[in-house]
């Protein structure tokens, strides 16, 4: 039978390391400059979302023009050109379900990566 050739001795400790080494730290990618790239996608990121943000408010205006031609196009036979008249409740409901759809399918491929 095999012994252990530590088997005896006093200076050995009772539980040997069974474990494997821990791994080192995976060192950064840098870019250009010596950059980390996870700021480049962070600073990317920050300008895609000041994008989305700035781009609400006109976006919202040509879709309210829209859905209002088309109301008072089927409802009036003529276009109220003062933007007040688009105000009313039909014309924010439908843009509300448009603004809703659009929504959806702005976080949809972001569900699916």
């Known amino acids: 039978m095999d012994h252990d050739p530590d088997y005896g001795r006093d200076n050995v400790p009772l539980l040997r390391n069974i474990l494997p080494e821990m791994p080192q730290r995976p060192q ?6 010596g950059i980390p790239i996870s700021l480049y996608c962070v600073a990317l990121y920050f300008f895609m979302e000041i994008f989305d943000f700035i781009i609400i408010a006109p976006l919202t205006q040509l879709f309210e023009e829209v859905i209002c031609r088309q109301y008072y196009e089927e409802h009036v036979l ?36």
Do not use: N, Y
């Not at 003529?78 to 439908?94: L, N, T």
């Open 78 to 113: 003529q276009f109220f050109a003062d933007h007040r008249d688009c105000k009313i409740a039909p014309i924010q409901s439908e843009l509300a379900i448009v603004r809703g759809w659009k929504g959806f399918f702005d976080a949809l491929p972001g569900t699916f990566s």
């Open 28 to 33: 950064l990618t840098r870019g250009a400059a």
